[in-house]
């Protein structure tokens, strides 16, 4: 039995990146020595085991044989004469395909190291073409490692775009592309996952509603940069530059969908995109099983977005539809991340990355005027039922009001 460590562990070692857990395979074992080894058999359909003491992954050295379309296609052969290089020969990118013994000696069959050297996220072998989640997994790296100089080899692309054309991508059940989706949103610069999806044709086929947007355009006084497609993946890099919450990119991402529905006479103008994108929201949620509290903040961001760049504008009843749509009067936790999106989508432009944006503060006095006026006051005066929520809602817009007016004396009334 010989024991390595593989995988991300030891590509983030030698590209100086933070270390993930590790991962072990090990070669030349049955599931039946590490059980008696002590280790716990989590893996059904390969043999992967915890270790009794650190609870890392350790999985059976393996080969695979595609035996039907997409990811499930496998059948799967892991006993003890499948060697290191065997085991992997059959992963996605040669800087995915390095292992290092106990004392630390690196293991390169596949070129790895040079990769690395040279900045190229290349495949192993052709069994590369058998996994469409590998595209995803491809473009996630570039997601990451793009701000580092790394570029898809031109193989690879050729490869995965002849992925594309036969099918195979088609095969992507809805988990893995949220999967990685969610990955992808929480790496520096996101927008490079879209941007290798493209290149290969699969955007159009996963992600057609952002496909679309690429070639629409925008006024250029208020979008400098035009091109609806790309003014998507700066909101969406400036709202991971903004915030670590996925959620918040999600809702970047998204925010601007109905935008590739407008009739082409009507460009650049697009009036009423904002309900077009809530709808196009709720049909790719549906489709890619996305979570619900994801699908509400980008429908609210989708919806309201406009609302929160006009905040100067807005008079108090305005600010408290928003803020009731938001629920954030119950629950204070949805504010901010809407903000964010809505700051992320104003910066999101040409020359506008490190604008001010003072409507963010707005609704937070806003907020602030209208959590201070509570309920309990006006019952203890002998208001109830509907005449207590008229009540308050308008005295809830008189602070709005009176708040900004004070704070903001400035605002466009």
């Not at 159009?204 to 496909?211: G, M, N, Y």
């Not at 904002?274 to 709808?279: F, Q």
């Not at 890619?288 to 108090?316: D, F, I, Q």
Request: charge should be neutral; proline fraction near 6%; hydrophobic fraction near 40%.
């Amino acid at each position: 039995m010989k024991i390595y460590k593989v995988g991300g562990v030891v590509r983030d070692r030698l590209l100086g990146l933070p270390h993930q857990d590790s991962d072990w395979v090990v070669v030349g074992a049955t599931p039946e020595q590490m059980r008696q080894l002590g280790f716990k058999q989590v893996g059904k359909d390969f043999p992967v085991f915890l270790h009794p003491e650190t609870h890392e992954e350790y999985a059976l050295a393996r080969t695979e044989r595609k035996t039907a379309p997409g990811y499930r296609g496998f059948s799967v052969h892991a006993t003890a004469d499948v060697t290191l290089e065997d085991d992997l020969r059959r992963r996605d990118l040669t800087i995915n395909a390095m292992a290092e013994t106990p004392s630390g000696h690196l293991v390169d069959p596949f070129g790895g190291l040079s990769d690395i050297e040279n900045k190229c996220l290349r495949h192993v072998s052709p069994a590369f073409a058998e996994d469409p989640v590998r595209i995803l997994r491809v473009a996630r790296f570039a997601a990451r490692l793009r701000p580092l100089g790394f570029q898809v080899a031109e193989e690879t692309m050729v490869v995965m775009h002849d992925m594309v054309q036969s099918g195979e991508v088609d095969a992507l059940v809805p988990e893995r592309i949220w999967a990685e989706l969610v990955r992808a949103l929480s790496e520096r610069k996101p927008s490079h996952f879209f941007d290798v999806l493209r290149q290969c044709g699969a955007l159009a086929r996963i992600f057609p509603e952002v496909d679309r947007l690429f070639g629409v355009p925008q006024r250029r006084e208020h979008h400098p940069e035009v091109d609806t497609g790309v003014h998507t993946m700066l909101v969406l890099d400036r709202a991971a530059a903004l915030s670590s919450d996925t959620g918040v990119s999600f809702a970047a991402l998204v925010h601007d969908l109905g935008k590739g529905t407008t009739p082409q006479h009507e460009w650049p103008r697009h009036v009423d995109h904002e309900e077009r994108s809530v709808e196009l929201i709720n049909a790719l949620c549906e489709r890619l099983r996305v979570p619900n509290a994801y699908r509400k903040l980008a429908t609210l961001v989708a919806r309201y977005h406009s609302h929160c760049h006009r905040a100067a504008e807005l008079r108090g009843g305005t600010y408290l539809k928003v803020l009731k749509a938001l629920d954030a009067l119950r629950r204070p936790e949805t504010l901010e991340p809407f903000l964010l999106a809505c700051q992320a989508d104003s910066q999101g432009r040409l020359g506008c990355e490190q604008r001010p944006y003072p409507q963010a503060q707005m609704f937070r006095d806003a907020y602030e005027a209208a959590r201070q006026t509570d309920a309990q006051s006006l019952m203890d005066k002998g208001f109830s039922g509907a005449s207590l929520g008229k009540e308050l809602a308008q005295r809830r817009i008189e602070a709005i009001n009176r708040v900004l007016a004070e704070k903001w004396p400035d605002r466009q009334q």
